[in-house]
């Protein structure tokens, strides 16, 4: 295990000095600092509030899986969409630039992944009771011997 943690952060720093090495000598890189500093802005943000508020709500939602799952797909979808959200309608003259309609796509996306996890939980819940007359039986032999 020593020898693979080792390895592997061979690997991380070989991997962080190459793009250093590509961010400095690049020449389309007009100003490597203010890569820098969005950079550590970004680590910053993740930091500070991103992960705080998944952490905050992964604990929330202890004991419903299917709601932490459901959680953690629209929080790295997310991530993705929203920037393209956010810069909707701004394409500098370029009408090729972000050209779809990318908010109601990411609403549908939302409402089609909140009601594929509620089916999840619903059959889940279903399976747990129990289905029709088996179902039926079960609940009425666990009551019998209760002593209801």
């Known amino acids: 295990m020593r020898i693979l943690r080792g390895a592997l952060l061979l690997g991380g720093l ?3 000095a190459c793009g250093l090495v590509g961010l400095l000598t690049d020449p389309y890189v007009t100003g490597p600092l203010g890569v820098l500093l969005w ?3 970004l680590v910053a943000l993740h930091d500070g509030l991103w992960l705080p508020l998944v952490c905050a709500l992964g604990a929330a939602a202890t004991g419903r899986p299917v709601l932490r799952g459901w959680l953690v797909v629209t929080a790295a979808v997310g991530a993705v ?8 309608g701004d394409d500098h003259g370029n009408p090729t ?3 779809l309609p990318y908010l109601r796509n990411w609403l549908l996306f939302l409402v089609a992944s909140a009601t594929a996890a509620a089916l999840v939980a619903a059959v ?3 399976v747990r009771q129990g289905f029709g007359r088996a179902g039926r039986a079960r609940r009425a032999g666990r009551a019998r011997r209760a002593g209801r």
């Open 14 to 16: 070989a991997l962080l």
């Open 124 to 126: 889940r819940r279903g």
């Open 81 to 88: 969409a929203v920037p393209a959200v956010l810069r909707a």
């Open 39 to 41: 950079a550590a802005g």
């Open 97 to 99: 630039l972000l050209p």
